[in-house]
């Protein structure tokens, strides 16, 4: 049977509430009511076959209704006349008259009235916000309990634009760093929304710059790296020199070396021997951005060892925009055939062109991005023979071509 049924009446409305658009109404937007709600009844034919269902179907349609009184919907009926049933009224049209009716039928008051209250505090403390609300009623009902606190986020950062200190000095009742990191993604729509322009800086977007977009002082970057010459070492603890410094320091630094190795593998980073006139640098979780701004290093011979793999490749592509005179290291040809018992499988190679690659580089690029080898290949740098890094360097050291395999 094809008749709309009361709970398929009430399913319209709950998809109404699912989108927003009752709570919607509550805060200042378009009110749907009255809405005529969509009903499909028996034809003629089934009036006269099946006219104990359809007397059922009345039935059971009249047992839910109510109207603006009795909370529920309300029922227009038309007067069909038949020549075998004679004339009978029949439902022809459903309609919820007030918003009161359609949450009392799907069991909503309750979140209803508690987002009024949202509401009315909001206009009350940050009228600004309404919108909003309007626009995102089902999550500020689900941040109910916290609604009050991330209205004093707000009135803070009002009353201190781009304060310049750590979320941790904010001296709020009931709110502290990790509620604040906690709700980033709410806050930067909020305080986008209540804040003035230029107590935002737009060009840092999406809740990962939450400090830096508001004017808090974020955590430094730090820096790791070794000194690799010993009589080159920045402390006078005849220890090796494994240092971690804020990128700002690193970009003062300007250490009396003349060759730079840059590594993402920790356990390379700290066996990487002993060599003159050089120091090793731990990972790019940092981002490379934050070594271009020790521009001492665009006056070093600077070299990249990353896994031979597209995504290796893509790195060495970024750093170059950086560092165009950056040289890869140990990401050849010959190093990825002469490690083939190490080889695995990459989960999701890169495609797009890369530009800044040599004509080496991207010939084993293109091998690898069009699986030339069978396989979507990948040698990780961790698995490449310490003896074969050994020869390398020593290669680098006398200022000839890198080793080749031997068979």
Known sequence: MSWTTPAELRAQLVKLWERGLLLAALAGGDNPFPLRLTLRGPGSTELSERFDAVRGWIADLKAGAGGATGHGYRLVLREVRHRVIGANAVPAEAWVDILDDALALIGKRREADRFVKLVGETGARQPSLLAWLERRPLRALELADAWPRLLDVVGWLQAHPRPGIYLRQVDLPGVHTKFVEAHRGVLCDLLDAALPVDAVDAALGGAAHFA?????????????????????????????????????????????????????????????????????????????????????????????????????FAILDQLRALFAHVESFLMDRETLLRHQPQWGAEPQPAARELPRLNADERALYDELRTNRFAITLRLEQEKIGFGWMMQALDALRAGVAAPRPRN
């Open 212 to 312: 830096q977009r508001y004017g808090f002082r974020d955590k430094p970057v730090r820096i790791r790296f070794r000194l690799l010459d010993p009589s080159r070492a920045l402390l006078p603890t005849g220890t090796d020199q494994d240092l971690t410094v804020t990128a700002d320091t690193f970009a003062r630094l300007d250490p009396a070396v003349s060759r730079v190795f840059m590594t993402e593998n920790e356990v390379n980073f700290l066996a990487f021997p002993p060599l003159a006139d050089s120091m090793v640098i731990f990972g790019a979780g940092y981002g490379f951005d934050m070594l271009a701004r020790a521009g001492w290093l665009q006056t070093r011979t600077l070299h990249y060892w990353g896994d031979i793999d597209t995504h290796g």
